[in-house]
């Protein structure tokens, strides 16, 4: 497997494909909406296979979208985006990383931790859908900075 991370600020180009893989967006405000301030894309054999999404709402550094394409999934694309989500918000001196997971023992394998609701400066509790056909649980990182990493 040979996969490339691409980092951008081209936010847009991932709309679409974040909805075609089931995540709730508004492809026309989504930009202005989440604030996003760095995306990465996994490419394989130059075929685009995933992204993610950070922004920065309310002072809070949230992962607010992470897909890998179906062909693609259970290869470990998932962990290599959200890795480097990882590193860059500890990169950038960020403490904690939120998201809102639907796969959340993807997330606590990686280290995240449950908040038990609430923390999210706005989550999806409004949502009509909420508890019904999605249950999602409100999660963090809670980051060390990169030279502490590396001395443990």
């Known amino acids: 497997m040979s996969v490339i991370l691409e980092r951008t600020t081209n936010h847009d180009r991932f709309a679409e494909f974040y909805k075609e893989s089931g995540l709730e967006i508004d492809t026309e405000h989504w930009i202005e909406d989440n604030c996003p301030i760095w995306s990465v894309a996994a490419w394989e054999d130059g075929l685009f296979r995933g992204a ?76 009509p859908d909420f508890g019904r056909d999605c249950r999602p649980e409100e999660m963090k990182f809670v980051l060390r900075p990169s030279a502490e990493k590396k001395k443990v």
Do not use: K, M, Q, W
């Open 52 to 127: 993610a999404t950070v922004s920065l709402r309310n002072d809070r550094y949230i992962l607010d979208y992470i897909a890998v394409s179906r062909r693609s999934r259970g290869r470990g694309l998932g962990r290599l985006l959200a890795e480097d989500c990882l590193e860059r918000c500890r990169d950038a001196g960020c403490g904690e990383l939120y998201l809102t997971a639907r796969a959340p023992l993807f997330f606590e394998a990686l280290g995240a931790r449950y908040t038990g609701g609430g923390e999210l400066p706005d989550d999806c509790r409004g949502c």
